[in-house]
């Protein structure tokens, strides 16, 4: 059985289901992208970096003040000036360094928060045959760790880089002053090792989206287990399961590592290109120095902003690092951009109980046709009409097409060709908002969420008033239910409701959908059999139901249909016949079948005559 919650892929997305572990490239530059989530911090983050630059100033002077508080003691001369100086200085770094720090963590955070923000958004108006081929644990990796990677190369990353390449360009113009051929020789080395770097860095960018892809597998798997939980037990599958979840955690690891290597090799080489910048100008400028053409005081110059180099190269390799590391996790977050979604679905009224009766129209498919990507028809030209107010139930042995006429009727898939129209309306020509408005879905599997009973009833009724509640609680015969629990209805549910019995379960359903009073019920009977009184309570809860609005049932007990208005009987994909259950036991052979099986017909009834004039 196949829930209409969670179906599968569209014929509007006829692409075969494909890995999420294999994202396609993102249609912007990644580093573009990047660039636009620090956009809108720009002020923040050129402040930022100017803090950086002004706490290094004010490091720079500290050992010259400390030096002119040796001096004067060394003379004798008064150094309280010297001193306050000096202790001001140190202040004003360690606060312009705190100031930064709070910056630019502030910063990332606002950063992550809106690049989270975005995905939520998008993920829960996922369409559904996109939501039915990715695994959920993998789309919310994205927003909990693929977000944290991009959230500090957007800040830090980009005010290290800025900051690097600054101050870099500072000491070569000082370098240049002092001597431009020894620039020239700083310049030729520097160089080489940036190339070797250029080659290297792309490959950190690599290793980081293989490990977030794993990531986001590890997830995957989880979901997938903790998601089945008790099936996991109930086939002693902990051990299998574990080593699922083991091979996506290994191959986290193994990229992981494959990015650290190269983050090391980087650093080795940062490190390594200062040394051999030092020895050249050594060895040039001591030659030029023997030779007569450089003084030696301009040599030691020379090397000592050499040295001073080693702390913003430093600083532009670790920020170019981490960029890569933004850049190999912003594909990630990008691919999400580009998953089609119903942007047709918010729906800005307020979600109270309705006042007034609502109108229950007629529904009506026409000539209805619809396959699921790669798979035969699953609807091959249904027709059927449902007088408004009325209770239809469907049946039909499984894989017949009931549960997809719900998705359709959802707007959850569209179909090939036909016509679903509500009141007349093709619901095609409605925004998807509109159509969900009107129809309740009360759901064959898990039809409730974790919470309390409370939370469940008002999930889309807001504002119903206690009187609304106690009604429709009454209705489903739930108040006993209520009366016996300690915390009424406040009492947890539970995951997915587990707390609950099935029937239980599907009456709390079907109170929340008549609490927002639907025109359209559509509710898709539990499969599991139900005791007696359960059973009872929930066709009278249907029954109920029906004297608000138009009700479609898919039955998977007839013993619950017998009083329909209407029975439709399905064959693969098609409407074999309708009628009332005593026209059907009448003319159908299949339903006479299903309803003998079920022991709704007298042994004496099964042989009533061939079927004469079924609808095909
Ligand atoms: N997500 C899917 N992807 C591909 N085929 C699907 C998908 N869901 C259903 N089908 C196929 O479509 C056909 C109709 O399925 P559907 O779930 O509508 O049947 P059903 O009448 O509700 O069956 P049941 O009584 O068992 O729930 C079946 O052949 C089924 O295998």
Redo the contacts with the bound molecule.
Sequence with gaps: ??TASA??ATAETPQPPAPAQTPEPPATPPLRVLLRYARPHRTVLLATLLLVLAASAAGLVQPLVAQHVLDGLSDGRGVLGPVLLLAALVVLGAGLTGLQSWWQQRTSERVVRQIRRDLVFRLIRLRVPEL?RRPPGDLISRVTSDSALVQNAATEGLVMVSNGVLSILGAVVLMGVVHLGLLGVTAAVLIAVALVMVLVLPRIREAVARAQESVGAVGAALDRTLGAARTVKANGAEGRETERAGDAIEGAYRAGLAGARYVALVKVLSGVSIQAAFLAVLGVGGALVAAGSLEASALIAFLLYVFYLASPVGSLVAGLSMLQQGLGAVGRIEQVKHMPVEDDVDDPRERLAAVAAPGAPPVEFRDVRFS?PG?AP?LRGISYTVPGGTQTALV?L???????MFALLQRFHEPASGQIRIDGVDIATLPRSEVRRRIAYVEQESPVMAGTIEDNLRYAATGASDEDIAEVLRLTRLDTLIDRLPDGLRTEVGNRGVTLSGGERQRLAIARALLRRPEVLLLDEATAQLDASNERALREAVDQAARRCTVIL?A?RLSTVTGADQIVV?EHGLVRAAGTHAELVEADVLYRELASSQMLVSEGNEDIGELADVPR
């Design positions: 059985m196949t179906p599968p039915d699921y798979r699953a039909g499984s894989g017949a097409g009931k549960t997809t898919i998977h399905l």
